[in-house]
């Protein structure tokens, strides 16, 4: 990273330059042994209490999307970092950062969605700051939840527990998240409304966990699926098998991807996760995962088969193979 | 609140609006028993443990400024907001908003400047997230810090504690903060630099805290002096009468102040505390600050006179008394 250099969208995605960013500024600085890995919640004890704590900023425009808005992705987003490393949420903080000339009412449509949200979590939002910055367009907004959730059971998920033969786990379709806010952003008039999949995933994952013996789980967010898919083999050192055929997308998501020219696995989804559960207990946390509403096109996507080469290999419907790349940037800028 | 209003610059202050919009709005729909009542740390149990948890955005301008940067602002502006309700910060979380085109060097500049500031008060930043949004100027970041501590010694601080005949306590000058980036913002060339009194009170809030009996503490950043004071006369309903003579502000920043048109009871404060003492103990807590190298200057301002007219009431340098108002929007927009 050249430091002459500046900050482009791409240092914003899921991709591999946001990765450099994090590797080569915050994590090379601001290292501790605490200091949360890339992603997700970092993990802490406190008086015999195991907690997690994350945080997330929302940028997304338009602010209000089909399934969802700015308010409601603040919440599930940081309810989901929590969820995925196995922790219960508890507790929110808000901060938001507002442009003068911003709608009163949309503001309050924001807070009651926010309430909304949290309360359908069982989380609750304790405390917020609200800054106001100079007009431009006047109708940008910013949310940043913190969140804070206990880990119990002695869960402990983590990348270095992933063994080959480990199933991969997907707990639902890819896509709708990006295609709702790119439709409505650039008032694309497709024939079916493909709605966000905002959702919160900490009961799903609560039952996932009970169901059977989970490694590691992570949200596809920015970045997608590809991009969840190569941290892992890259931070495990792992190659990864994925069939393509097991993978659940819908079909109006994948027409409009093709109009588009854009790829699936790369769009940003809100409501789904991807688990690593170990060989054996694969089928019944499935089982789990489809008796639960989020949970109905789970499927068992591939599986982790080596170490060492540490590559994503996506068997075709075709019947090739071929290398899933992790992203460069974002293909869909502030999606999230 | 008419909502067909819109956002000004004024409900980001520490004044009325403010105030206004987070009671008839965040309040209002977000109301839960633990949410933080209009600032600072929210406070809950968790198996036998006492944890605060805040957050704080900082949108200041210029981003560096004579005495700090923001990043050395969004450490110590949350790790005072748990000092000041007698928490040991433990954890920061750190999301960064950053447009594109913002320079690299500027970037590890503020994250070097966070690990220094996080090494000093002693906490570790833990987990973090970065979005990028569209170019505007190239040169806007925005830091939301949130934060985690823990009350140990059955502390239980509030606005409800306080007694008539409670001494307020003023742990130094008022008035640096504000001025040096109003200063440096204007490209004023005053004689004397005035630098940012930013930094961490939470070494100097213990001490106090085991000096003798605190009833309340609060950080007087945006709003300045006057409108803690208001706060805990309006939320106490208790009457407040301050010595003007008592206060202490440096010539400096009085002469600029003069020239510039402020009052520096309004100027927002980065490293000071407002304490509300049990009247035995005062003089006891007093010496304690003088010890500490943030309050040297620390000063008995006044006390609480009465309960029923919630007003704060100064008895100004020419032997007269004024009241002294609730500040109704900011005089000094981003400045933290």
Redesign the interface.
């Known amino acids: ?13 899921g991709g591999r330059l ?1 990765r450099d ?2 590797k080569n ?2 994590l090379k ?2 290292n ?1 042994p ?3 890995p890339l992603g997700d ?2 993990v ?1 004890e ?4 195991t ?1 997690a ?7 997304v425009k338009p602010i209000f999307f089909p399934g969802g808005d700015i308010g409601k992705l603040a919440v599930c987003g940081t309810v989901n970092d929590l969820s995925v490393v196995g922790a219960r949420p ?2 929110l ?13 949309d ?2 449509a924001i ?2 969605s ?2 909304e949200s ?1 309360d359908k979590a069982g989380v ?11 007009k ?1 367009t ?1 109708g ?1 907004i ?1 949310i ?1 939840t ?1 969140g ?1 959730g ?1 880990i119990e059971n002695s869960i402990a998920l983590g990348i270095d527990k992933i063994n080959i033969g480990d199933k991969i786990i997907l707990s639902g379709t890819i896509g709708e998240h990006g295609i709702a806010v790119i439709s409505k952003r650039e008032g694309f008039d497709f024939e079916s409304t493909i709605e966000s999949d905002c959702a919160s995933l900490n009961e799903i994952t609560q039952k996932a966990l009970k169901a059977g013996c989970i490694k590691f789980m992570r949200d596809p967010t920015r970045g997608g699926l590809a991009a969840v898919l190569n941290e892992i083999a890259e931070d495990g050192s792992l190659d990864i098998k994925i069939d393509e055929d097991a993978i659940p997308v819908r079909d109006d998501v994948k027409g409009i991807c093709s109009m588009l020219g854009l790829d699936p696995f790369y769009i940003a989804n809100e409501g789904k996760v991807v688990i690593v559960a170990a060989k054996g207990d694969a089928e019944n946390i499935l089982r789990a995962l489809h008796n639960d509403p989020l949970g109905q096109n789970a499927s068992i996507i591939g599986e982790i088969t080596g170490k060492g080469e540490h590559g994503v290999y996506l068997k075709t419907s075709y019947g090739g193979t071929r290398i899933l790349d992790m992203p460069v940037d974002d293909p869909l ?2 999606i999230c």
């Open positions: 990273m050249n430091m002459k250099d500046t900050i482009s969208i791409g240092h914003g995605g946001a960013l994090i500024l915050f600085h601001l501790n605490k200091l949360a919640s970092a802490f406190l008086n015999g209490s907690i704590l994350t945080t997330d900023s929302f940028v508890l507790y903080s808000c901060g938001i950062i507002i442009e003068e000339g911003f709608s009163l009412k503001l309050e807070t009651l926010i309430k949290a609750e939002v304790i405390t917020g700051d609200t800054k106001v910055i100079e431009a006047g940008n910013y940043n913190a804070i206990i800028p502030r």
